[in-house]
């Protein structure tokens, strides 16, 4: 066996690919279920929390950037870790997939609010003033005249930490949770090849690249434009 | 009938004593016209009255409001005082009408055609009604600031605040802008203004108030007070613009 087709044994195996393709399948399919449980409840937490700062309490406040600082200090799956393998110490245990969505959700929630907090913080004062002189409330300014302008702003940074924290979803496999590289894993350690793993990496491309691609969209798209 | 009556206003930022107890009342379709140094209080005063700044003291009524009773509900109180802005302050993402429109429809609670109407009618008497699709960033800075004040009549308010309306606009902008504040006047509106356009004054204005240093120094007819002022600060000021 040369050194090439060693090398194609190894990683380009089509035996072992045609057995662990469903798995990668299957592994797929959760990535991005798990993917949108993250963007889902990280965003939604995120902006509320961002809607909740705008109303300038102060105590509040302080609680607030207290939890963000934290999420964006925590390496994501020192959280994970602490939930799936900590929590049952507390007589709490949580299946790997939740820990990985709220783990990921929160390190979610911290970088929008701040991203959706910067965007508020630029829409001049003015605005506020001119609506709220109309008669409209605090709640209505910030629902009709500032968030739509906060949230064109920041809807480049947005989509690229959304980016880079979804792809954290591969953290998941760690605690036990079959997904792309979860399913990849596996399949490396039943079939003592690597070729699993080429397949999960290809996966990753065909789920991310697109996105990535979007992202890039997305910049060009709003990046100028005010 | 008093539509603005303020008595003792104060307002500190911090340490800074900004307005030094200012009365100033304004009847019912009168033109009242501030001039004053640059901070002296003028857009602080205009913002107390409709409390978009919280006087530190005194007491304001409008059309029989009082607008620092905690029993007030201010957005309510608000659509009685149309302000307008240097810097016209329109939202940047609605047209021109989604601008005149949206208290109409959210505060007024009005269905949206009937606010459409209303929004057209205003918009038409700032002769704008051509423009009513544009976005404020299609628009020149003259019309911006006539969308503005469509934005303001819309609510059908007792009193109209102008913040040195026409001071961020071209020269050759600053005339339709007046011009729709005349006709505005003519229409019977109890108008405040805080400008320069002296010629305005002139020609507009029932009384003048000269503000300096938070107080009301001077007050009278356009003609006392540019003709014949009495105070040393008037004359000064006075004097000083007049070489522009
Ligand atoms: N939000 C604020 N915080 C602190 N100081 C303020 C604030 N707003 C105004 N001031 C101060 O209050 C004083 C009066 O300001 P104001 O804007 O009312 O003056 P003005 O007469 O409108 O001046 P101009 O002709 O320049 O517009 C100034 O010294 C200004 O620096
Ligand atoms: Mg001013």
């Known amino acids: 066996m040369t050194n090439w087709e060693r090398f194609v044994d190894s990683f380009f195996n089509a035996r072992v690919a045609a057995e662990y393709f469903p798995k990668i399948v299957e592994g797929f399919w959760l990535t991005i279920v798990l993917a949108a449980c993250i963007i889902v409840t990280g965003l939604a937490a995120g902006l509320g929390l961002a809607v909740i700062r705008a109303f300038g309490l102060r105590v509040v406040n302080l609680l607030i950037i207290f939890v963000v600082d934290l999420f964006r200090a925590l390496p994501p799956l020192v959280i994970i870790a602490l939930l799936y393998f900590g929590l049952p110490a507390a007589g709490l245990s949580m299946d790997g997939f939740v820990c990985a969505w709220i783990a990921l959700a929160a390190v979610l929630m911290a970088f929008s609010e701040e991203i959706f907090w910067a965007g508020i913080t630029a829409v001049p004062k003015g605005q506020w003033e001119a609506a709220r002189s109309t008669g409209l409330g605090f709640l209505q300014t910030l629902g009709y005249v500032v968030l739509p302008q906060a949230l064109r702003m920041t809807i480049p940074p947005l989509t690229n930490r959304t980016i880079a924290i979804t792809k954290g979803t591969a953290l998941a496999s760690v605690v036990a949770v079959p997904d792309i590289l979860g399913a990849a894993n596996a399949g490396v350690s039943f079939s003592f090849n690597p070729t699993p793993l080429t397949m999960g990496a290809a996966a990753y491309l065909v789920l991310f690249l697109p996105v990535v691609i979007f992202g890039r969209w997305v910049e060009t798209r709003f990046a100028w434009k005010r | ?244």
Do not use: W
């Open chain 2, 1 to 244: 009938m008093a539509i603005v009556e303020a008595t003792g206003i104060h307002k500190h930022f911090g340490a800074l004593h900004v307005l030094k107890g200012v009365d100033l009342v304004v009847q019912e379709k009168e033109l009242v016209f501030v001039i004053g140094p640059s901070g002296s209080g003028k857009s602080t005063l205009l913002r107390c009255l409709n409390r978009l700044e919280e006087p530190s003291g005194g007491a304001i009524i409008v059309d029989g409001v009082d607008m620092l009773s905690p029993r007030t509900d201010i957005n309510k109180a608000r659509q009685r005082i149309g302000m307008v802005f240097q810097s016209f302050n329109l939202y940047p993402h609605m047209t021109a009408l989604g601008n005149v429109t949206l208290a109409l429809r959210k505060v007024l609670g009005l269905p949206k055609a009937e606010a459409e109407k209303r929004g057209q009618a205003a918009l038409d008497r700032v002769h704008l009604a051509d423009r009513a699709g544009h976005f404020p960033g299609q628009l020149s800075g003259g019309q911006q600031q006539r969308v503005a004040i469509a934005r303001a009549i819309a609510l059908e308010p007792r009193v109209m605040l102008f913040d040195e309306p026409t001071s961020a606009l071209d020269p050759e902008l600053v005339g339709g802008v007046l011009e729709a504040m005349r006709e505005l006047r003519q229409d019977g509106m109890t108008m405040v203004v805080v400008s320069h356009e002296m010629a305005f004054a002139r020609a507009a204005a029932d009384r003048v108030v000269f503000m300096a240093d938070g107080a009301i120094v001077e007050q009278g007819t356009p003609d006392e007070v540019f003709g014949n002022p009495q105070h040393e600060r008037t004359k000064a000021f006075i004097g000083q613009i007049g070489r522009h």
